[in-house]
């Protein structure tokens, strides 16, 4: 049973316009719901972060917006820019992350001029 | 600093073959982790350490064990190798520490079974 669903697979942005990736979890312990973003021949990376106890967190052009009761969270990306072609990683935890990470099945994101 | 290095970053093996990757990360880190990255399947975890000295299975351990040498180094071994084992895995590490949740990734290791 996967425990984070991701949507959708892959992904085709113009530049300057937005990215949305959405997450879907069923574990209501989850309590830490963190996005990593891959470029081609690297580990992942964490992008942005946020707990339960918030709607929404925004960290320059990338937002993620948090819905408790649908028990969803999705990442936004403003402006969208070639170099934000890369495959991003929903995930979730529990024990404030403290238990390990459950990741989604990724999104490839790419973002043409 | 290195962060967390893999090696071999490459390798190919024939079936029944047996290796070890290794993994060591130079920022004190207290738990270390190996996933493994398929087309289309994410990344799943393999096997975790929480902190020296323990080992826990994660959602794929089959056909994989993993020796936590000291606290810098953690090794995932393959005794027999089967093609279903081609993947790309990655070593991560985590302070584990109040609001410190970051997983720092290495380069990954290609691996590839005949």
């Known amino acids: 049973q996967q425990q984070v669903k991701q949507s959708p697979q892959s992904l085709i942005v113009q530049k300057g316009g937005i990215s949305i990736i959405n997450c879907a979890y069923e574990?209501?312990?989850?309590?830490?719901f963190p996005w990593y973003q891959q470029f081609p021949g690297k580990g992942p990376a964490l992008l942005i972060a946020?707990?339960?106890?918030?709607s929404e967190k925004k960290e320059g052009r990338f937002t993620i917006s948090f819905n408790k009761s649908a028990k969803q969270f999705s990442l936004h990306i403003m402006d969208s820019q070639p170099g934000d072609s890369a495959t991003y990683f929903c995930?979730?935890?529990?024990?404030?992350?403290?238990?390990?990470?459950?990741f989604g099945k990724g999104t490839r994101l790419s973002v043409i001029a | 600093n290195a962060g967390v290095t893999q090696t071999p970053k490459f390798q190919v093996l024939k079936t029944g073959q047996s290796m070890t990757l290794q993994c060591a990360q130079d920022?004190?880190?207290?738990?270390m982790y190996w996933y493994r990255q398929d087309p289309g399947m994410g990344l799943r975890l393999i096997y975790y350490?929480?902190?020296?000295?323990?080992?826990d299975k994660g959602e794929v351990p089959n056909g994989y064990n993993v020796s936590r040498l000291n606290k810098r180094e953690f090794s995932l071994r393959l005794e027999s190798a089967a093609p279903s084992q081609t993947s790309v895995y990655f070593c991560?590490?985590?302070?584990?520490?109040?609001?410190?949740?970051?997983?720092?990734f290495g380069a990954g290791s290609r691996l590839t079974v005949l």
């Open positions: 995930a979730a935890s529990m024990n404030s992350g403290n238990t390990p990470l459950v």
């Open positions: 350490s929480a902190s020296e000295g323990t080992t």
């Open positions: 574990n209501t312990a989850f309590d830490y």
């Open positions: 920022m004190n880190h207290n738990s």
């Open positions: 946020i707990r339960p106890d918030v």
């Open positions: 991560a590490s985590k302070l584990s520490r109040s609001g410190a949740n970051v997983l720092t």
